[in-house]
């Protein structure tokens, strides 16, 4: 189905896939072992070949008033220790430097190629722990390709194997590791890879992943051209998943989540859509308008409302590890407040009205999983971002590019 014939592949182009699966891996204790190697990577770019470094002009801006205000709150609220304090100042211009230099070598033809190899085997690894699950009741724990740290260990074993999820820690990294690929196959009208793709994702019970499926495919509808047959092949694939979304009983799981999104008393209780709000709301005036600085939140938590708040202790969390989790929107704000946040939507709206409009789609995805997963200067940024700017047509719409060439 799909053949290697294509020549000149980058690093980055056979790597990409890979970002993301060994990613959540810790290697001799050191958890940004995949940025790090990137991060060689873009400078042997650098060092070694004339080329050119594409800055999203919006990214930038977001990342500046970020740091900014990063940098502010390290004096203001010196919790943490010094050295993860640089850390988190650093991080994203580190990714913005990689993001940045190796976009370029991004082969549209060469990634699309990869990832679909991946993404088929990965997808058939679910569909099989999915067969054994619903058939023969044999748990579908997700497969460690490494070794897993003791302290990240109950990320594998969160589920104890009731919700397949393939090569990641949880259904939702599934479902975010292949949305991209799925976005790539219906742009190249690969529907029946399309559809394979898509059901994999229905099985892995996401609720995030089913609702972003519908609202990408509805979306490719309305921007495709209009093309009689095209529509048709668009309304006939939603019509046939969403019927068999409410009603196969597999889906039940997924389906009882999704409808308690749109009840307040059970809303509340959501990890994901609602805890980071919870938290920003409890700050005093200055903490509202600088935010806390990130990566305090765990720490903040712990020391105000699970010890002080009847209601946190019911409803923050009954993981302590998880008391800080927040969502990009809620971060940006508990981080550095809503200044940085209106940068953060500026970014998207000049992405989504000035850049390559064949990936608006993607941007969609973005946007919606920022209410509902963690894309903030961490390896889903980077995979999601990198993506969006390597596959963009920088030339044609250049606009929101500072464009740098450099010459070894």
Known sequence: MITLSHKNYSFIDIFFPFIIILAPYSILGFKQIILTILFCYAIYCVCTNRCKMYVHKYLFFFIITYTFIQLLNIFRHPWLPFFTNMNNFIMPWFILFIISTIAYKINKTNLYRIYSIVGFVVATTLYLQSIGLLIFNIPARPINLLPVSADDFHFWNYFRGERPSAFFPEPQA??????????????????????????????????????????????????????????????????????????????????????????????????????????????????????????????????????????????????????????????????????????????????????????????????????????LFNSWFFFYYLFYIGYCDKEKYGENFYIFKIKS
């Open 174 to 375: 599934y479902a975010s590791f292949m949305l991209p690929l799925l976005f790539l196959t219906l742009n190249r009208r690969k529907f029946i890879y399309s559809t394979f793709i898509g059901g994999s994702i229905f099985f892995s019970t996401s609720s995030q992943g089913i609702l972003l499926v519908i609202i990408l495919l509805i979306f490719m509808f309305v921007i495709h051209p209009n093309k009689w047959y095209l529509k048709i092949a668009y309304i006939a694939f939603i019509i046939i998943i969403v019927g068999a979304f409410l009603v196969l009983p597999v889906f039940n799981f997924a389906y009882e989540k999704i409808i308690k999104i749109f009840n307040p008393e059970l809303l509340k209780d959501n990890i994901r859509l609602v805890r980071g709000y919870l938290i920003y709301s409890t700050f005093n005036a200055n903490d509202l308008l600088l935010g806390i600085g990130d990566g305090n939140q765990q720490m903040y938590v712990e020391n105000n409302l699970y010890l002080f708040w009847d209601w946190a202790k019911a409803h923050i969390s009954d993981n302590e590890q998880l008391m800080g989790y927040s969502t990009t929107i809620a971060r940006i704000l508990i981080a550095v407040g809503p200044l940085p946040l209106l940068f953060f939507i500026q970014m998207i709206y000049k992405m989504y009205k000035y850049d390559d409009k064949i990936m608006r789609p993607l941007l969609i995805i973005i946007l919606f999983s920022s209410f509902a997963q963690t894309l």
